[in-house]
């Protein structure tokens, strides 16, 4: 198992989070518990951020994420506001394409399923509403 830089994570890959995966779920709470997890890895030069599972059937195929969405989810959100926030126009494109939504290929980090059109219309600065969830029984 390989450790990496989240910068060497994200960077060369287009992560797929298959339709057979789970909505995203995450509350407040557990977006609270990875935020302070990264003011503690900003504090001591470093953090664990937990396992990844990926699945790729060959060399330019997707890379299909198996577990870890969630905080994937989270982090390509958070990389995208942080992204926005930078004052220098080139070195937001630049990020940008690198990391949320490459100019040729597309975004980097797919959600399939009934989340895509929402997940792309936030990364695209569209201010969704969430779609609803029905409640079964």
Known sequence: MSKQTIET???GKN???PSYQR???WKERNIDELFADIEEALEVGGHYLGTFIL????PS???FV???QQRLTTLTMLLDALIGSLENADIR???R???IQHPLTGYKFQVLGENKNFFEAMLAKQNPNPPRRVKLG
């Open 9 to 11: 994570f994200f960077a």
């Open 15 to 17: 992560l797929v989070v």
């Open 23 to 25: 909505d995203y779920a």
């Open 55 to 58: 699945s790729q059937q060959s």
């Open 61 to 63: 195929a997707p890379v």
């Open 66 to 68: 198996v577990d870890g």
């Open 93 to 95: 494109t630049v990020m």
């Open 97 to 99: 394409s690198t990391y």
